[in-house]
């Protein structure tokens, strides 16, 4: 062994003896990583009982739904979305479960809490992915909020808003393999009826939750179940909401009850519903809506005479229409050339040309202006070569002679 081996040798020696300095600091680090992991598993249990709670209502029986929602209740804020989730589900009473967990945790939220707006955001963007007791569930629990009037132009209200947008798209455009379901429109319906007209003082906000009001009433009016149908048009009466052509559609749907309530919303709407709209429900198989049309005529000025015309001249056969030619002429209560002038517009090429013959020869040179229009673009070439007739012959005392 040589003398600098000698000199290094207990050098080594003493670092190959254990420290105990280093098992001091080994023994320290192990403490701190098993405190740290309980620590972890402390502050996330809520979010591990939230996930094994999702698992047990998603199975949950009648008998065990009250006890998994005061579990989520105890668990609070983490439960939110593991509970919203459960909107997917097509099973009631899942979704019921889930519903009531989440009254039960929002119930002391102020209604300006961020987590509603929050919540109701989340509701938004998953609202077309849940299934029909979902969306119903959905626009349920922010009617519930609703309770209370809602404050204007909150962000709470500004989310209502989107939801109420996406609820019209999901009924406008619903998931593959799914049917209408009553119980989303007449969820929405409350919820409307919990919105007042105006919420927002911005004039954006209130341009956006018209309109989100418009299209989801009129995605009812479309795929609505008759009786949220008629609720619907009452709730557009209410709202004065501008849906008049919708209703006027609505005149065509097979349910009467429907087109009854059809007719009492257009009936005093004298600017934006023509008088020939309620004349033409004169003639619906269903004698309410015929006298309800009536009455709204009555309303409007029309006199007894002026609707059994009108009746007349809306009949769906062109020779009752054709009826009223010899109705009117010489009635001193009647502007006999307005209604021939009526006729002349009539869809049967029968009756048009009829009333081209009839302005010529009652009114000569004061119809020129109409049979000038009848000649050059009548849709149908006999008519248009029949007025064309009739105004050459005007002031040559002829007409006897009719091209066919």
């Known amino acids: ?128 992915g849940f299934s029909p007791q979902g969306q119903a569930a959905s626009l349920n629990l922010v009617s519930a909020w609703l ?13 209502v808003a989107g939801l109420l947008a996406q609820a ?33 003082s911005a004039e954006t906000s209130r341009r956006e939750d018209a309109l989100a009001r418009r299209d989801l009433l009129r995605q009812i009016l479309r795929k609505g179940d008759p009786a949220s149908r008629v609720e619907a048009i009452s709730v557009i009466m209410r709202t004065q909401t501008d849906l008049y052509e919708d209703l006027v559609a609505r005149l065509e749907d ?10 009492l919303a257009i009936g005093p709407a004298n600017e934006k519903v023509r008088e020939d709209v309620l004349l033409s429900a004169l003639h619906d198989n269903d004698s309410e809506v015929g006298r309800l049309a009536e009455l709204a005529l009555s309303a409007r000025g029309l006199s007894t005479e002026h609707i059994r015309l009108g009746k007349l001249l809306t009949d769906p056969d062109p020779a009752r229409r054709l009826e009223v030619l010899d109705l ?22 029968s009756v048009r040309a009829a009333a081209a013959r009839a302005l010529s020869a ?29 105004l050459g012959q005007q002031g040559r005392g002829n007409t006897a002679i009719v091209p066919r």
């Open 1 to 128: 062994m040589t003398q600098s081996a000698e000199r290094n040798s207990p050098v080594e020696n003493e670092l190959r003896k254990p420290s105990l300095f280093g098992t001091k600091w080994a023994l320290r680090f192990g403490a701190v990583a098993v405190a740290g992991a309980a620590g972890a598993g402390f502050y996330f249990r809520n979010d591990i009982q939230a996930a094994w709670l999702v698992r047990q209502v998603s199975q949950t029986t009648e008998a065990e739904a009250p006890q998994h929602i005061e579990r989520a209740k105890g668990i609070g804020d983490s439960a939110i979305a593991p509970m919203a989730s459960l909107f997917q589900s097509d099973r009631d009473l899942v979704v019921k479960t889930a519903m009531e967990a989440l009254l039960g945790i929002s119930a002391n939220w102020a209604q300006d809490d961020s987590r509603r707006v929050i919540l109701a955001g989340k509701l938004s963007q998953g609202f077309v």
């Open 147 to 159: 309770a209370e009037p809602p404050i204007a132009g909150s962000p709470f209200m500004q989310a």
């Open 168 to 200: 019209a798209l999901g009924m406008a455009d619903p998931a593959p393999g799914t049917e209408a379901d009553p119980t989303v429109p007449k969820a929405a319906l409350v919820l409307l009826a919990r919105i007042p007209a105006a919420t927002a």
């Open 254 to 263: 097979p349910v009467a009850e429907v087109r009854r309530a059809c007719i």
């Open 328 to 349: 009117v002429q010489g009635s001193p209560d009647l502007d006999e050339k307005l209604w021939l002038e009526r006729m002349s517009h009539d869809r049967a090429d």
């Open 362 to 390: 009652r009114f000569g040179i004061d119809a020129q202006d109409r049979l000038k229009q009848m000649a050059g673009s009548d849709p149908s070439p006999s008519v248009s070569r029949i007025a064309g007739f009739y």
